[in-house]
């Protein structure tokens, strides 16, 4: 009996069942045969349904206009944003003050120090030549103007970022919840709220920096994230045995571990609120962004280019100091200097500074400054004539343009918008919970409802085509690059100052040539799209691989793999982690791009998107702006598994 009784069990299910992924399929596929047909009866066509629409442009008229008339006696405008603003201000105007105050020796002078304190020689030399640079291209008193701002913005940012980051790393309810919020901080484009923003803060400093944090602060966040929980679990336990209590954990365990992710959250904060710099001139920020934005209403690339180069070489002199300084915290070495040695540099500073007042250096001699704008102009008007078309054997970049649009961009775009809305739906609900969980899913399909019911579908589905197809040239291009780059110390120094270039320059700097060279439309929308999300996929690849264990590399060697075994079985797989941040990277940043692309034709949401903000209409910049935020979630739950959750035995 005790045989028969042990043998009598729930028969087991056929083979290809016992597959998770087989069984949420079928399981959608029953929910296809039965709702699909109810769908389609009850509302026929590919296109989302009217009647499942809503109408939100009166509301938000309301909320605008309300806005106006509180703006100046509301206590929440006077005691708090009033607050806010004015705290933003005198810090701006502080920094600036100060800088102005040492003069342009003084502060080369400065900077050059401190680099040498930090990393030596060169990198001294590198950022005295960096400050020369900016003051040689007759952009110093600009130069200022964006350094003062910046120093405010990106230190709120990595402040923000990091209790962020703190918050979502130690507790996983905190990462789910903050999880949708970071995303919409960084997908939601500028342009879309930088109306409200004016709304409330007014045109000026304040709504620049605010708008800059809520862009530049993610990145920051989700690094600091990540290096928590992907620090060392045998340190952690070893630390734990000892009796430490969880604050001191974090303190000399968690956050040390995490340091080079904390640097790199730190790298990235300072180049996308840089790259920020001339989107805050539209609202009055001034400084660099201000010069280019006025050089490229007129069409004139080497003006805007003699603007953008001081943004370029502030954030890689702010990279590598800030970078070096990180490096030396806690290095084998940092004990060994003296904290005298930061008094000396101060007093050489001061020095400095004070013989450039007695010497009348404060300002930049304008007799030193040298005219870029016509070379570079004449180059523009070259490389139009003889690349744009009628090139032997190649063809030109026009050429490419159209065999990109009519390849790849039309077909995804109309296949996309054949589909019936509920089937789209359904391939977004397969794809989210194939990876993930049921709540997953459901998050998925109602950010892409939302779109639908916000009545925007159409145009949402030719932005996800545009995003979709720079999304993939992004990634096969990043991956490849950061493998190379993981792999070879002296291709890693070689691509890092091309990063910096790619990734700080003013989307608006290189969309002219950009325009030039492939005409309008949303195939040069896709380029810059590329362009500007490269950068950080190739980063993060690159420093995903080359934190992977080294005793796992060994042994991977000592049993006879080869170099490519090496990296498909030992790197790319334990640097899962690091690839899929990639990946939410990449995805994250092409949709930032969609609304620069809205100006040079990529149409759709970007073109709603500016639309809205050129023609002060909140209703509709928000809703489209609104839409792109549910695309980039819809995207990041698509993308991103969800690590379920263990069950605990006889549950």
Known sequence: MATLTATAQKPAPPGILTHRAVRKLLVLAVAAAVLGPVAATQWPGAAWPGALTVDVSEPLGRASDWIIDNRDSHPLFLYFFGHVSNVVVLAVRAVYLALLAVGWAGVTAVGALVAWRVAGVRLALGTAAAFLACGLLGM?????????????????????????????????????????????????????????????????????????????????????????????????????????????????????????????????????????????????????????????????????????????????????????????????????????????????????????????????????????????????????????????????????AAHFTSWVLNPLRDGLQWLPWWSVLLVVATLAWLIGTWRTALTAVLAMAAIGVLGVWDPSLDTLSQVLAAVAVTLVVGFATGIAAARSDRFERLLRPVLDVFQTMPQFVYLIPVVALFGVGRAPAAAAAVVYALPAVVRITAQGLRQVDPAALESARSLGATSAQQLRQVQLPLARRSLLLAVNQGVVLVLAVVIIGGLVGGGALGYQVVFGLAQGDLATGLVAGAAIVCLGLMLDRVTQPTERRTQKKGA
């Not at 209790?163 to 790393?169: I, R, S, V």
């Not at 956050?255 to 920020?276: D, W």
């Open 140 to 400: 110093w008193v600009p130069t200022m103007q964006t350094l003062a701002l910046m120093v405010v913005a990106v230190l709120a940012s990595v402040v923000v970022g990091a209790l962020l980051g703190l918050a979502a790393g130690l507790s996983d309810r905190m990462d789910r919840a903050l999880r949708p919020v970071l995303d919409t901080m960084q997908v939601l484009p500028a342009f879309a709220y930088l109306l409200p923003v004016v709304l409330v803060f007014g045109i000026g400093v304040p709504a620049a920096v605010l708008a800059t944090v809520v862009y530049a602060a993610p990145p920051m966040a989700r690094l600091t994230s990540l290096g928590l929980r992907g620090a060392d679990k045998e340190v952690l336990e070893a630390v734990e045995s000892l009796g430490t209590t969880a604050r001191q954990r974090l303190l000399t365990a968690r956050i040390p571990l995490a340091r080079k992710e904390l640097l790199l959250g730190v790298n990235q904060t300072i180049m996308m609120a840089l790259s920020m710099a001339v989107i805050a001139s539209v609202i009055g920020a001034g400084g660099l962004g201000d010069r280019v934005y006025q050089a490229l209403a007129s069409v004139d690339v080497g003006a805007a280019l003699a603007a953008g180069i001081p943004i370029v070489l502030l954030a890689v002199v702010l990279d590598r100091v800030t970078g070096a300084a990180g490096e030396r915290l806690g290095g084998p070495g940092a004990a060994g200097k003296s904290p005298l040695t930061w008094l000396y540099v101060l007093l050489a500073a001061a020095a400095v500074a004070v013989a450039g007042r007695l010497g009348d250096f404060l300002d930049w001699p304008d007799g030193w400054e040298l005219n870029i704008a016509e070379p570079v102009n004449r180059a523009v008007d070259w490389m139009t004539a003889h690349l744009y078309s009628d090139v032997p054997v190649v063809g030109g970049t026009a050429d490419w």
